[in-house]
């Protein structure tokens, strides 16, 4: 199974906690992926009165609603900040001011199931040492020209947390990513700080909280640009420090993620990201 990646590349993934792979998916995949998601988003938009802002920036009112909390067994629209007017009146029409598509388009549509599970994508998770590569969570994330919001600095295992960590990012580039239009940051080698705080659901299980692990913020410093083409795979290792910009630009920055898990470690139960009518599943077909 393993053997697709390099000695050099490997070296690079456990020295910066990060790895880009350009050209990893086809092009023409990437569209395929992006017209269904965009056609998701026709059907599933919910009218502007039931709404749900996604908010990227810390915990929100809404993260207790069901809407959100249910959605990790379910295919939700979340809207941005910045698509509604000062009335309340959405800008553009609703699937142009969707912030994701969230959490199990890789179980629950072919289209992406298709695209989450190849023998390259498995060849990767077995290469960075996953036993048991388990998909937890899908997003897409549209980034929409001039709305698409920021994501303030995090690690992907404050949300998805296993005992030991175990969670990786797979980033995958729909459209061109770049500093102008809102590419991924990241903090070459921080993976090695101790993750600084954890997510969870309350003891009513009806909203998330925050854990403070250690208050200090992360380096707000030496942050480097991942600008990556269509069809690059980024691997974020979990307790990897990353974000991304605002998409001032009038080009839109669509992109994919999968956050898998290792089968081996134990998932706590108290992870906002429930699925309790959906057996989690790797990366073979
Ligand atoms: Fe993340």
């Not at 309340?88 to 029409?93: D, H, Q, T, Y």
Request: hydrophobic share 40%.
């Amino acid at each position: 199974m393993a053997g697709r990646l390099t000695a050099a590349q490997l070296a690079g993934y456990r020295q910066d906690g990060f790895l880009v792979l350009e050209d990893f998916v086809a092009p023409g995949r990437c569209l395929e992926l992006r017209e269904r998601a965009l056609g998701l988003a026709r059907e599933l938009a919910p009218p502007p009165e039931r709404a749900t802002v996604f908010r990227a920036d810390g915990d929100s009112p809404h993260a207790a609603a069901e809407y959100f909390l249910g959605s990790g067994g379910a295919i939700r629209c979340f809207f941005e900040q910045d698509a509604f007017d000062a009335a309340g009146r959405l800008r553009a029409p609703a699937h142009l001011c969707l912030n994701k598509l969230g959490h199990a388009m890789h179980d629950l549509d072919p289209v992406f199931d298709a695209f989450s599970r190849t023998p390259e994508l498995a060849t990767v998770a077995a290469d960075i040492g996953m036993a048991q590569p388990l998909l937890l969570q899908s997003m897409y994330i549209f980034k929409q020209a001039r709305i698409g919001g920021e994501v303030a600095c995090h690690t992907d295992h404050t949300y998805l947390w296993t005992e030991p960590p175990s969670v990786v990012g797979f980033w995958f580039a729909i459209d061109d990513a770049t500093t102008e239009n809102g590419c991924l940051w990241a903090l070459p080698g921080g993976h090695r700080i101790p993750v600084k705080a954890r997510s969870r659901l309350n003891a009513a299980g009806t909203a998330t909280e925050t854990v403070v692990l250690d208050p200090a913020p992360y380096p707000a410093e030496g942050l480097v640009p991942l600008e990556a083409r269509r069809g690059t795979l980024v691997l974020l290792h979990g307790a990897l420090p990353h974000r991304s910009g605002a998409n001032a630009s009038e080009r839109p920055r669509h992109a994919y993620t999968i956050h898998a898990i290792d089968g081996r470690a134990n998932y706590l139960p108290d992870n906002w990201l429930r699925r309790p009518a959906l057996p989690l599943r790797g990366f073979s077909a």
